[in-house]
């Protein structure tokens, strides 16, 4: 664990602390509001099973940003370059979700620095949910 | 019920539900949750100043939050065993700010027979107002 280390000076193999999130129906409502998808799979039991969590909020909440040891200086922000997702179950309402990242990469391109992390998500009863390879950019304003 | 069959052609088109960023949208998405003390959060999704002290010319909803919508087309094509198997691969290439309005589309690109159904893969972004590519990418899926 390397909870000390400013989040775009983690190097390849350190990990973010690890992130836990219980997501309620008025979480998971929350965020079809916000993406306009009110899809009964995600508000109440349908022959696709019990209610799903939107995908998007699964994705949202596991950017390296969420993680209890990400943080950055004054001014500096993690801005998202580009995406792997691989869905492998649906996530499911009321239930508790682990987040895990690891960084796999660091470059740097026309002068801005890039990390790459793999993240991955498991539900309370160990079920995979999606794993995702994010890549951030750092960027900074002026003083 | 998947809006792909066995008999969906390369290049064929479609669309998604258009969407519109709100302010308030942008808010529920990063701000945190709506009931807590002080939100929405100040982030560089949702706070203008906030976005051009790090440097962003106006504030940058969350890719996350149109990448969702691309993962609602997927599902709409493919069924929900999307979430099952499903894989996207998505470049972010431009800002979506508040009143912009998107829509998700995507394109056969390939398919193929396999033991277990049929492979597609798409290509996939969503365009904004000015009919500009703000993602583009590739998504995987089967038809069973």
């Known amino acids: 664990m390397t909870e000390q280390k400013r989040a775009d000076q983690l190097a390849v193999g350190e990990t973010f602390k690890t992130y836990e999130l219980h997501i309620t129906p008025e979480f998971n409502q929350q965020f079809l509001e916000a993406v306009e998808d009110y899809q009964p799979r995600y508000l109440q039991e349908t022959e696709d099973g019990p209610p799903i969590v939107h995908p998007a909020l699964l994705i949202n909440h596991s950017n390296i940003t969420r993680s209890p040891s990400f943080y950055l200086l004054p001014r500096m922000a993690a801005v998202h370059a580009k995406?792997?997702?691989?869905?492998?179950?649906?996530?499911?309402?009321?239930?508790?979700?682990?987040?895990?990242?690891?960084?796999?990469?660091?470059?740097?391109?026309?002068?801005?620095?890039?990390?790459?992390?793999?993240?991955?998500?498991?539900?309370?009863?160990?079920?995979?949910?999606?794993?995702?390879?994010?890549?951030?950019?750092?960027?900074?304003?002026?003083? | 019920m998947a809006i792909l069959t066995n008999d969906t052609s390369q290049g064929c088109e479609f669309s998604g539900s258009l969407k519109t960023v709100t302010e308030e949208r942008v808010w529920l998405f990063s701000g945190g949750?709506?009931?807590?003390?002080?939100?929405?959060?100040?982030?560089?999704?949702?706070?203008?100043?906030?976005?051009?002290?790090?440097?962003?010319?106006?504030?940058?909803?969350?890719?996350?939050?149109?990448?969702?919508?691309?993962?609602?087309?997927?599902?709409?094509?493919?069924?929900?065993?999307?979430?099952?198997?499903?894989?996207?691969?998505?470049?972010?290439?431009?800002?979506?700010?508040?009143?912009?309005?998107?829509?998700?589309?995507?394109?056969?690109?390939?398919?193929?027979?396999e033991d277990s159904g049929v492979r597609f893969v798409m290509e996939v972004w969503c365009e904004n107002q000015h009919g500009n590519k703000v993602v583009v990418g590739t998504a995987t899926g089967w038809v069973r």
């Not at chain 1, 990390?115 to 750092?138: K, N, P, S, W, Y």
């Open chain 1, 83 to 143: 995406e792997e997702v691989e869905y492998l179950n649906p996530g499911r309402v009321d239930k508790t979700f682990r987040v895990s990242w690891k960084v796999t990469d660091v470059y740097e391109k026309r002068g801005r620095p890039y990390q790459v992390a793999e993240a991955l998500i498991v539900d309370e009863d160990g079920v995979e949910i999606l794993r995702r390879t994010i890549t951030d950019t750092f960027i900074s304003g002026k003083e």
């Open chain 2, 33 to 113: 949750l709506r009931q807590d003390p002080g939100w929405p959060k100040k982030n560089i999704h949702t706070d203008l100043e906030f976005a051009k002290s790090c440097g962003l010319p106006t504030r940058a909803a969350s890719a996350a939050m149109f990448e969702g919508y691309l993962t609602e087309l997927m599902i709409d094509l493919f069924g929900v065993n999307w979430l099952k198997e499903g894989k996207m691969s998505l470049k972010f290439i431009a800002i979506v700010d508040v009143g912009d309005k998107l829509l998700p589309k995507a394109v056969v690109q390939s398919k193929e027979a």
